[in-house]
């Protein structure tokens, strides 16, 4: 049973979502970003906010895995002036929707002026309301970016208890977990960190306040990640409770603060819940053994379409 | 004596959420006073399945009854405590927009559960007319339980929307794999142009080799004369014992002397028929049992 917290799946297919939920994820987050391409009008932007708490969350459901998501504006489009103040007025209306579970992802791409103010912005939002935050450190500078995104939580005022710092490396870690922060990893191939890797690290810092995910998008990037980095620190004698921490239970305490993801809701859904049409996780109904299996498989092994 | 929608659903909540209820009666209070913005209305969407819950409202039959009575056609069974209370903000709020401005607003920027609590509160809410373009986006709607909202125990299709929409409403609920049988006023609003859709759709499900819901059945029944469909009711006689049972409800309503004949050879679910046994509503139910 796994937790996928950091997965853009409006970019996905629902080939994907069914390997997902083979490999045994019952629950995901979906962070608000930059979807590949920017964003000129507000409106494309609030129509894109109410598709990850609504639309997306059904797909989901259809696959038996429950959809969360993140709001924010993200570190790119920050830079469009225009375009993020009008962001920012909309934003705290899809804060307080059902599911949400954080600001995020928010933080620096190029570290401009602009980020930064938004940055603040929205950490000054996520304090108010009381939410986690998830935080998108950039792909470039990324030791110093990484640092001066904890400098400005702090500045702001936020409990790094609250905050996931994410896509982290063996360059970023150790001042993220000194710091009091939980560290975020993507296993994202080429870009981002490997599951091997991954495992080296989870040898050496154990699993307290680490937290994997697949952060798979519209890049070149694998919705599996957090069930074969599971099942790879397993080969390799990584103990259980480790990986339950850091592919389940880590997520769930610091997203959890929110009060918007329960265990409940996949340990104990109705069978069908007739208000958003949840089909409940064939795993836990059937007993089935959680299987990894190339997404599109079903596609190619298969000549007919009925 | 008839109570309006909106004290059965404070009565119903208030009673329902122990500490909370006090909370809530506040609020709505506030809401309606014309003195509150849109941001208060917005925060106390937001604030209520945190406050409330999202238990099933719990209704005896004796509130059901009240319901019929407060609104004719309205089914609260199987609403949300937190469905039934943004439904109720709705109705009390008084702001200085029109109704549909403010719902279009909502509906924009809804998550999943505030869409079908938006829409299962269409036959309550002031000016019903004036929501003819946002009920249309939830009809588009590809999410099942948001369009089912609007379909199913809710009598806002019936009394609002023109022979059109309420056929094409028809057709898509049967399309998505949709029950017919929660539909309001399906029988009175039965139409010869509907009959013919239904009708066509059901010889594409079958030159594709694919099943059509025996329920389809009950809105050619009135017109079978007019479409000629006695051959394909036949067919249907001929397929699962539900389908024959379709079939029969749909032949009992007709007159000419080949149903009395197709009927005749199917004497015992015909029997079943007349004494009252089976009917469109359970029909489906039969099945599952």
Known sequence: MYIDPHAHMISRTTDDYEAMAAAGIVALIEPAFWVGQPRTFVGTYVDYLSTIVGWERFRAGQFGIRHYCTVGLNSKEANNEELAEGVMEWLPRFALKEGVVAIGEIGYDEQTALEDKYFRAQLALARDLQLPVMVHTPHRDKKRGTSRSMDVCEEMGLDPSWVVIDHNNEETVRETLDRGYWAGFSIYPSTKMGNARMVELLKQYGGERIIVDSACDWGISDCLGVAKTAQLARQQGIDEATIRKVTYANALEVYGKSGQINESDWLDPPGIDQRTLFEGNSILRGGREPRIEVPGKQRGDSLLIE | MTTAPMNLLSEWIVRQAGEEGAWFASRLHSLSSGAASEQDLHIFLGLIPRKLGKQDLALTSEDVRRAELAHAGWRPQGWSIDGAARVAALI????????????????????????????????????????????????????????????????YARDHFDEHRWNHMVLKALFVGSRLSPVVGLDERANPELARILLDYAHERWAAGRAVSPELWRCVGPFID?????????????GTETERKAAVLALTVNQSPRARSLLAASPEVARLVSEGHVDWNNLLQSEAA
């Not at chain 2, 299962?120 to 809410?125: F, I």
């Not at chain 2, 009920?135 to 125990?153: C, K, P, Q, T, Y």
């Not at chain 2, 007019?226 to 001929?238: F, G, I, K, N, P």
Request: aromatic content about 10%; charged content about 25%.
């Open chain 2, 226 to 238: 007019s479409l000629d469909a006695l051959d394909d009711l036949q067919r249907v006689m001929s």
């Open chain 2, 92 to 155: 009390g709020y008084q702001g200085p927009r029109p109704f549909a401005d403010t719902f279009k607003d909502l509906r924009r920027t809804a998550d999943a559960g505030e869409l079908i609590a938006l829409y299962r509160g269409l036959p309550l809410y002031p000016e019903p007319e004036s929501l003819a373009f946002e009920v249309g986006e939830g009809l588009r709607s590809n999410m099942r339980a948001v369009f089912e909202a609007i379909a199913h125990d809710n009598p």
